[in-house]
């Protein structure tokens, strides 16, 4: 397995693929709630390949001017869960963001999926109310 930051337009491909599977298909997220705003303005991947094949996939949005960075839309095909390909996504996108000197991480969950996450160092705040319209989602963060 190796995660990479994508810049070709066939690791593009390759994200889309792992999130139309993932959750079009999967979750059965509407295509036009999936792919928002955030995936046309010059948006930031990253992607799990199992040789050729893409199994996982996520996008980083960077707050600038609050000094964080947000891990959104994590997608990994189902017959990759719990088999580590999780952490190597989630490891790949903090060593990038950390390269930008961002000081904490923000990731919404799906309640289902927060025990990945706290296994990861972040803390769940179930405080902040998050209408994820189809998920109940739960606010985590992390300082690095």
């Known amino acids: 397995m190796k995660a990479v930051r ?28 999936e792919f928002d705003e955030g995936d046309f303005n010059e948006p930031l991947y990253v992607l799990v390949l199992d ?12 707050l600038e001017e609050e000094n964080i960075a947000k891990i959104e839309r994590v997608s990994v095909l189902s017959e990759y869960r719990s088999r580590g390909v999780g952490r190597l996504l989630i490891d790949e996108a903090e060593n990038w963001i950390r390269e930008w000197g961002v000081k904490k991480i ?25 209408d994820g319209g189809i998920f109940q989602i739960i606010h985590t963060e992390k300082y690095v």
């Open 51 to 62: 040789g050729i094949y893409p199994v996982a996939t996520c996008r980083i949005h960077l």
């Open 106 to 130: 923000v990731i919404t969950s799906r309640d289902e999926a927060v025990g990945f996450y706290e296994a990861l160092g972040y803390q769940p705040d179930y405080g902040v109310k998050i």
């Open 6 to 33: 994508v810049s070709e337009n066939w690791q593009y491909a390759g994200v889309y693929y792992v999130r139309v599977e993932t959750m079009v298909k999967g979750f059965r997220v509407p295509m036009d709630k």
